[in-house]
């Protein structure tokens, strides 16, 4: 039986997977984002935040309705 925290702990390592994939593969387009990010606002880097976020959510909420 698992234990209360391996959900988490299994979105965590799917995260940081996928994250070391991405600077693996295509170490300058991460750099091109982010130069992309530096450049833009405050207002607008909050609201991108807030919107991945949303998203992340989003996702997670869908992923346990369609497995119970």
Known sequence: MAGPLSQPVLALGLVLSIEGL?????????????????????????????????LGVALVWLARRLSA
Do not use: M, N, S, T
């Open 22 to 54: 991405v600077l693996a593969l295509a170490p300058w387009h991460v750099e091109r984002a982010l130069a992309w990010l530096a450049a833009q606002g405050r207002d607008r880097r909050r609201a991108i935040g807030l919107a991945a976020l949303a």
